[in-house]
């Protein structure tokens, strides 16, 4: 389980998002849609298109 500090953001980004872009894509698409800073502490959560879970 994570544990997160108090006062962390955590933006649950809407809707689906290509999971192919890696690091650097979702990073700039933090930095361009929610013109928010990546190293600024806050947790960025992103869904793809497979729903797949594992138990």
């Known amino acids: 389980m994570l544990s997160v500090p108090a006062g962390v ?3 649950l980004v809407a809707g ?12 700039a698409l933090v930095q361009t849609q929610l013109s928010a ?3 600024s502490g ?4 992103f ?9």
């Open 9 to 11: 953001r955590i933006w």
């Open 16 to 27: 689906l998002t290509d999971m192919r872009r890696g690091i650097d894509g979702l990073s």
């Open 37 to 39: 800073d990546v190293l």
């Open 42 to 45: 806050q947790l960025f959560i």
């Open 47 to 55: 869904r793809g298109r497979r729903r797949k879970r594992t138990s």
